[in-house]
Each structure stands twice: as structure tokens, then as C-alpha cells.
């Protein structure tokens, strides 16, 4: 189907979003494409047909479908946010000379393209920058920094969110490649608290629980320039959530991140237990959650649900 609008003024009224909700997960619930992701082991224990998404509006009205309230961990979706708590708390130009803004174009978790930048420098949407950008976290002991991390991510979602135990604990036995790469960046000095330190944090924000419900309030927080539609509270400021919506774009789907913006005309970004959050800025945010994930790590009914909806709703920017 072709778009049915162009980009301007709010989303169409609250019935006919609730109908595109529902239309997009009967139309994307039967694909079978896409693999659930098993190098985190226990994220293997998904189940394919789990399927749920939501649509927040600005003016904090949700629209839900399937399994929007099914908690999974929320990964890489956690690297926006917390560029966000980074960037209020150092301010745009800062965090970009710490952690850098351009697209890699290589896989989230290589290590090739810091060895090929020159100035080491990464976007905070791949585990490089990610790991780089909560290495800047603030706080004076570990648990401090915890803290600002899990408060931060709670007030986007306004609600309190918690670590799953378990998903911390698989990742933080197999996660060597992230501990080499925070050694690397660290080797050339853009690792700015201890590489271990910014490795674990790094895992344990990856490692908290959220729903599609919660990703579509988060999204729809950055999408009103960083207020959480819900609980009206400014989580961010708005230029420096002009600079968050940047950087997803950039890299947001990794190397896939140009086709992404050529379909689907906005900000999005993924993460392996088969979340993805979407934002229409000054209209809402899409959060879907759909395990099984395409070659570059992004959920397969996800994309299709957000590009129908994208569509739908005549939410592309360009
Ligand atoms: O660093 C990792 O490997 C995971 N904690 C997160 C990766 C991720 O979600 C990539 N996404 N699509």
C-alpha cells in the first residue's frame, strides 16, 4: 500500500489509529521470516510468534495490539536513552567530541570500524559509541551510575523499570567481544570511567525489562521533544532530543539504517530480544517487540508493522 498522507499536524483521530494498530498486527502476525537471536543464550527461549505493538501520541494516548504488555529486555533500544541522559548531562557538542555521531556502516558489534575511523570516534547507536557513552555516565561509585541509568530509562517509560537477572547474568558470562572493545577504545582513549566498569553497566542497562507499551511512551517522549506524554515530565531538552533523533537516524538499524530511512522516513532503533522503537516527531511514538530478528539484527515483523504504519499514517518526514 502506498501512503495514504503526507508528514503535517498531529496523527488522524484516535479511531482510525486503533483500526491501523490492529490492521498491522493481524496483516504482519503469520510472517515467519527472521531468527530469534541465540549468541545471548537465554534470549534463545523466545518464542517466534510473540507479537505486540503500540502507537503513543503526544497527547499521551496509546493504541495497542497483541503482546504489547509482554516484558523482554531492551537491549540496544537502551542506546538512545541513555545517549539522551548522557547529552542533558553533558551537553550536545560535548558528548559528540567524546563519543562521535557518523553512521559506521558496519555490523553493531564490529570492531573493524573503530580500527577504521580515524579519529576513533563512533556513533553512540553501535556498541562502540554505546559503550563509550555510558562510560560518561555520571556518579562517583558504580551504583551511583546504576542509578542514574535506571532512574533516567524509568522516566522515559514513566513507570519504574527493572534489570532481568537472568538476561544480566547470560550476557555478563558471554559478553568478551564488548569487554575487548571497551579495552580498544580505551587504548585510544575514548573510554572515560574504567572499561570493565563501562562494559557492565553497558550490560545491565541492555538487560532491563520493558514492554512494547513502554518503547511506544519512550518513543513518544522523544517525539515531543522530551517530554513523557504520559506523566508530563521533561525528561530532556529539546535540542538536545533534536540531537538523539540525529544519531538514530544515522545508525539506528546499523547497516541497514539507509534502506530503513528510505522506506520508512524516521528515527527507529532495534535490539536483538526484538524490540524497536519508532518516533513521528511532534506526532508519537511505535513500539513493537517481535523476537525473530533479519541478518542485521532487526525485528523482521517489526520493520514490516512500522513501515505499514509509517505509511498508513502518512508519518514519513521527507
Ligand atoms: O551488546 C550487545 O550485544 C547486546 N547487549 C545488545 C545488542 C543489540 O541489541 C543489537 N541489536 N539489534
Given at each position: 500500500?502506498?501512503?495514504?498522507?503526507?508528514?503535517?499536524?498531529?496523527?488522524?483521530?484516535?479511531?482510525?489509529?486503533?483500526?491501523?494498530?490492529?490492521?498491522?498486527?493481524?496483516?504482519?502476525?503469520?510472517?515467519?521470516?527472521?531468527?530469534?537471536?541465540?549468541?545471548?543464550?537465554?534470549?534463545?527461549?523466545?518464542?517466534?510468534?510473540?507479537?505486540?505493538?503500540?502507537?503513543?501520541?503526544?497527547?499521551?494516548?496509546?493504541?495497542?495490539?497483541?503482546?504489547?504488555?509482554?516484558?523482554?529486555?531492551?537491549?540496544?533500544?537502551?542506546?538512545?536513552?541513555?545517549?539522551?541522559?548522557?547529552?542533558?548531562?553533558?551537553?550536545?557538542?560535548?558528548?559528540?567530541?567524546?563519543?562521535?555521531?557518523?553512521?559506521?556502516?558496519?555490523?553493531?558489534?564490529?570492531?573493524?570500524?573503530?580500527?577504521?575511523?580515524?579519529?576513533?570516534?563512533?556513533?553512540?547507536?553501535?556498541?562502540?559509541?554505546?559503550?563509550?557513552?555510558?562510560?560518561?555516565?555520571?556518579?562517583?561509585?558504580?551504583?551511583?551510575?546504576?542509578?542514574?541509568l535506571l532512574e533516567g530509562l524509568s522516566r522515559f517509560a514513566g513507570r519504574?523499570?527493572?534489570?532481568?537477572?537472568?538476561?544480566?547474568?547470560?550476557?555478563?558470562?558471554?559478553?568478551?567481544?564488548?569487554q575487548g572493545i571497551a579495552r580498544l577504545l580505551q587504548g585510544y582513549g575514548?573510554?572515560?570511567?574504567?572499561?570493565?566498569?563501562?562494559?557492565?553497566?553497558?550490560?545491565?542497562?541492555?538487560?532491563v525489562n520493558v514492554t512494547a507499551r513502554d518503547l511506544a511512551v519512550m518513543?513518544?517522549?522523544?517525539?515531543?521533544?522530551?517530554?513523557?506524554?504520559?506523566?508530563?515530565?521533561?525528561?530532556?531538552?529539546?535540542?538536545?532530543?533534536?540531537?538523539?533523533?540525529?544519531?538514530?537516524?544515522?545508525?539506528?538499524?546499523?547497516?541497514?539504517?539507509?534502506?530503513?530511512?528510505?522506506?520508512?522516513?524516521?528515527?527507529?532503533?532495534?535490539?536483538?530480544?526484538?524490540?524497536?522503537?519508532?518516533?513521528?516527531?511532534?506526532?508519537?511514538?511505535?513500539?513493537?517487540?517481535?523476537?525473530?530478528?533479519?541478518?542485521?539484527?532487526?525485528?523482521?515483523?517489526?520493520?514490516?508493522?512500522?513501515?505499514?504504519?509509517?505509511?498508513?499514517?502518512?508519518?514519513?518526514?521527507?
Open positions: 500500500a502506498g501512503p495514504t498522507a503526507v508528514s503535517t499536524g498531529q496523527l488522524p483521530g484516535a479511531a482510525a489509529v486503533e483500526g491501523l494498530v490492529r490492521a498491522a498486527w493481524e496483516r504482519y502476525a503469520p510472517v515467519t521470516d527472521g531468527k530469534v537471536a541465540d549468541y545471548i543464550p537465554v534470549l534463545a527461549a523466545a518464542r517466534p510468534d510473540w507479537f505486540g505493538l503500540c502507537v503513543a501520541a503526544v497527547d499521551g494516548t496509546l493504541h495497542a495490539a497483541g503482546e504489547a504488555d509482554r516484558a523482554f529486555s531492551i537491549q540496544s533500544i537502551s542506546k538512545p536513552f541513555v545517549f539522551a541522559l548522557v547529552c542533558q548531562a553533558l551537553g550536545g557538542g560535548r558528548a559528540r567530541e567524546c563519543i562521535g555521531v557518523n553512521a559506521t556502516g558496519l555490523p553493531f558489534n564490529s570492531v573493524m570500524a573503530i580500527e577504521l575511523n580515524r579519529d576513533r570516534t563512533m556513533n553512540p547507536m553501535v556498541n562502540a559509541g554505546a559503550i563509550a557513552t555510558t562510560s560518561l555516565v555520571p556518579g562517583r561509585t558504580h551504583a551511583e551510575k546504576w542509578r542514574f519504574d523499570l527493572a534489570m532481568d537477572a537472568a538476561v544480566y547474568a547470560s550476557e555478563a558470562a558471554t559478553n568478551q567481544r564488548n575514548r573510554m572515560y570511567c574504567d572499561p570493565d566498569e563501562a562494559t557492565d553497566l553497558y550490560t545491565r542497562q541492555c538487560a518513543g513518544a517522549t522523544l517525539a515531543d521533544g522530551g517530554v513523557n506524554p504520559v506523566t508530563r515530565d521533561r525528561v530532556l531538552d529539546a535540542d538536545r532530543c533534536q540531537r538523539v533523533l540525529a544519531v538514530m537516524a544515522t545508525a539506528g538499524l546499523y547497516e541497514q539504517s539507509g534502506d530503513w530511512l528510505y522506506e520508512v522516513g524516521l528515527p527507529g532503533k532495534s535490539g536483538v530480544a526484538g524490540g524497536l522503537v519508532t518516533i513521528a516527531p511532534g506526532k508519537g511514538g511505535l513500539g513493537t517487540f517481535s523476537p525473530p530478528l533479519d541478518e542485521a539484527g532487526n525485528s523482521v515483523r517489526g520493520q514490516l508493522a512500522t513501515r505499514f504504519l509509517s505509511e498508513q499514517l502518512g508519518l514519513n518526514l521527507f
